[in-house]
Nanobody
Framework: QVQLVESGGGLVRAGGSLRLSCAVS????????MSWFRQAPGKQRELVAA???????NYADSAKGRFTISRDNAKNTVSLHMNSLRPEDTAVYYC??????????????WGRGTQVTVSS
């Protein structure tokens, strides 16, 4: 069974930095795209950053220039380095994995999230 576990959230002052990590456990074949989403209170979950299996990246406009997504395929981890944090970055951050296997519909897995709170 595939499980995703996020870590690294916490309380930080505006302008500070945090590094989130997502560890993937379980046997999974095929190719995988990994992403970070966030959900603030009263708002919909939104994409923050994504990385394909070959390293292509995509960022939300709000994250461009401040956040960097990276992955270590050998360790089955994906990280999100967040700099210049703003109070509006406060949210629960979720790790997502989409698994693609030939002849099978893609499977989507989520972590339980980690809270990031940015104080002004």
């Amino acid at each position: 069974q595939v499980q995703l576990v996020e870590s690294g959230g916490g309380l930080v002052r505006a302008g500070g930095s945090l590094r989130l990590s997502c560890a993937v456990s379980g046997t999974i074949g095929g190719i995988n795209a990994m992403s970070w989403f966030r959900q603030a209170p009263g708002k919909q979950r939104e994409l923050v950053a994504a990385m394909s299996s070959v390293g292509d990246t995509n960022y939300a406009d709000s994250a461009k220039g401040r956040f960097t997504i990276s992955r270590d395929n050998a360790k089955n981890t994906v990280s999100l380095h967040m700099n210049s944090l703003r109070p509006e970055d406060t949210a629960v951050y979720y790790c997502q994995l989409i698994n693609y296997m030939l002849g099978v519909s893609p499977s989507t897995y989520w972590g339980r999230g980690t809270q990031v709170t940015v104080s002004s």
